[in-house]
């Protein structure tokens, strides 16, 4: 996706769920991320978009370690966390932090948000000689007021709190964050306070982002370069400007089609391009996974896979429709 | 689809009932008897005079806490015209919910204890906060459909999406096989793919959005002249979204319904709304026409938050933020309630509430600058 040396790079990743067989219900594989790959580098962001079940957030949870992977590799600045013991973890975990969606959740209502501040570098035994500034730092930073410091979590609002997330995400100085719909919770000003401060430590700190998100607009304004999930694969990925301007693959399209429009001018405008419901992951079809739902669908759809194709520099989509 | 709305026995036998029930006649509820033909009572009610159908005056909804009085809606007003939707909008906290419910009369004292309700909601002729509970519990059932966020929550995990919707068609009378007959074409008119089988499927086993298809097939069986729409595609895919939207506009088109939408989300509103509601802590801060609001807002608090709006990239600029919070509504409060957060206040806002005033023929506005032409 872009230069030698990604921060992070994805290959072949998969995660299949065994699911028991009971009362009404068969035994199968859930294919939640099957055959994912992708590049981000330091100080840019990816967006990762895609509906309920198209596996954004079992990526997140591997990237992060918090579920191992059935196989593949994950590089972090050229190291393998799939394959990491957990000593070595220990270590490689302080390059990448995370952002989940709910902040209240997030956030030990028992302790204040100096506790909570102050907890991830206890346990790394990082700054103990001045946490007090560290601290401060990190607060400042996400435009908060060193009063909240007193607070608990049920005294800010949502806005707050989840800066609060970021700020403590922050502490350890990671080089990779990862954000789980980071403002799907939040009211639209409230996001747009936490979307300028995720801007801000970016150009000063360099950070790099892997943004899930399943708002189009939201993943627009933030992603220098976007991929598109649906049910366990990605099927389209490149350069933002790319990707929502010269959507190629069906599923894109019938997402931004069916997206509502940002002003009534532009009123029936949307269309609905993909019928029905998704398939259930136990249950996929045979060839290209959209081909049930998909406009466009032909029998070579029914039967063959669509690989991965660069339909131009950058821009890669898993389509028949796409000739080399 | 036509088949579905032609249910000329139904209508007769609830029209009668209304007539018989309660001594008022027919024609004081909206729509009836405004146009010849089966299709009578489902036709705005004095839609050529221009009465709305739907119109809330001066209501304000207040619960008791423990930290004190805290208001949820603060004297709105509004209305709304046979087939027309209207767009309430708001972020957490505003009121437009409670509105919605003071309006469903889901806001009963048993339902919520400590609240409290003042004002007018008139629908045709009745005040609906002045009925008992009986009389409201008809003119619900059989003028105002309702549609949450959430179809779950409104479905019986029990029962079977037929044997739900066929409670509600059985209320007109029907025996128990046309019944089932018409909700199988109730469930053809929202578009259930395989609806016999839908019959049978018991709510756990269908999607969001097939779900959300069931409550409005149960509510279309009432054949109501008013939805009410609470967040209704809030829990779905967007691609699921589009779908209920496009079925909900259909059913304005077919079955002349007006709607009350309640949403935070300024993208349905641009696709559906024809007039839209700003509500800002329990009040309502602007209204206007859906394209001369998005055209020219008037009220701060309306163009801050849609220029709060990702829309293209970053290299496009930073968004705007509403700096601050939402004041506290237990607190006594002077002035306009924007004040603290409001680039253009002046000391006149500190101390005098700006009411919603007219300013053009479609526009109300709560500001005391909305009439200056140079906003920053």
Redesign the interface.
Known sequence: MTGAHPLLDVRHLKKHFRVSGGFLRKPGTVRAVDDVSFRLAAGKTLGLVGESGSGKTTVARLVLRLLACTSGEILLDGENLATAPPGEMKRLRRKMSVVFQDPNASLNPRMTIRRSLERPLQVNQEGTANPEERILEAIARVHLREEVLHRYPHQLSGGQQQRVCVARAMLLRPRLLVLDEPTSALDISVQAQVLNVLTDLQRTLGLAYLFISHDLNVVRYVSDHTAVMYLGRIVETGPSEMVFENALHPYTQGLFFASPPTSPRERGRRRTLLSSDPPSLLDLPPGCRLAPRCPYRTDLCDTEEPAMREAAPGHFVACHRISE | MTNVWNNPNGHEKRLHRHEGGNGTAGDALPGAGARSGGESLRTEPGGADGTPLLSVENLAVSFRTARGTSRAVDGVSFSIRPREIYALVG??GCGKSSTAQAVMGLLSETNAPGRRITGTIRFGERNLLALPDRELSAVRGSHIGMIFQNPLDSLNPLYTAGYQTCEAVLLDGLAKASAMRRVLELFRGVRL?DPEQKLRSYPHEL?G??RQRVMIAMMLARHPKLLIADEPTTAL???????I??LMLELRRSFNMAMLLIT????????T?DRVGVMYAGKLVEENE??AL?DAPRHPYTR??MR???????Q?G?????PG?LPDPTEPYRGCLFFERCPLRVERCATEEPLLRRLGETHRVACWRAEEEEQP
């Open positions: 972020e957490s793919a999607s959005g097939m895919d967007v691609s699921i979204q589009a779908q939207l496009d935070h989300d300024f993208g349905i509103v641009s696709e709304a859906v394209f998005f801050m938050l709060a709006l990702p829309r293209g990239t970053k496009g930073r968004l705007e933020s509403i919070t």
